[in-house]
Nanobody, 126 residues
Framework: QVQLVESGGGSVQAGGSLRLSCAVS????????MGWFRQAPGKEREGVAT??????TTYYSDSVKGRFAISRDKDFLYLQMNSLKPEDTAMYYC?????????????????????WGQGTQVTVSS
């Protein structure tokens, strides 16, 4: 099955940048969605950025649009994070999903993603 391993998290001051990486292994021929989610303490997991691999269409949450950029190559998914804010502090998860037939409720429906990494912590100080 698909395995995802994140790296690149750390601590940074507000206004700084980080680049997260997700190493992807296993059978990805039927992976349609690859994205990044985050979860801060006491909050629900939220989608940050995702890509529909069939067309390479990207989607971003309003909170990161213009600051974050998702990209991918053969074996990696990346999240370039610029102009970081303290509210970006969270555990960041890489996720992948197969073809979704459950009805459309947006690109960040967690049910669409059957594979998850273990997470990498991002801490932004003011």
């Amino acid at each position: 099955q698909v395995q995802l391993v994140e790296s690149g998290g750390g601590s940074v001051q507000a206004g700084g940048s980080l680049r997260l990486s997700c190493a992807v292994s296993g059978p990805t021929y039927d992976v349609y969605w690859m994205g990044w989610f985050r979860q801060a303490p006491g909050k629900e997991r939220e989608g940050v950025a995702t890509v529909f691999t069939v067309s390479d269409t990207t989607y971003y949450s309003d909170s990161v649009k213009g600051r974050f950029a998702i990209s991918r190559d053969k074996d990696f998914l990346y999240l370039q994070m610029n102009s970081l804010k303290p509210e970006d502090t969270a555990m960041y998860y890489c996720a992948a999903g197969q073809r979704w037939t459950g009805g459309w409720s947006g690109p960040f429906n967690p049910a669409m993603y059957g594979y998850w990494g273990q997470g990498t912590q991002v801490t932004v100080s003011s």
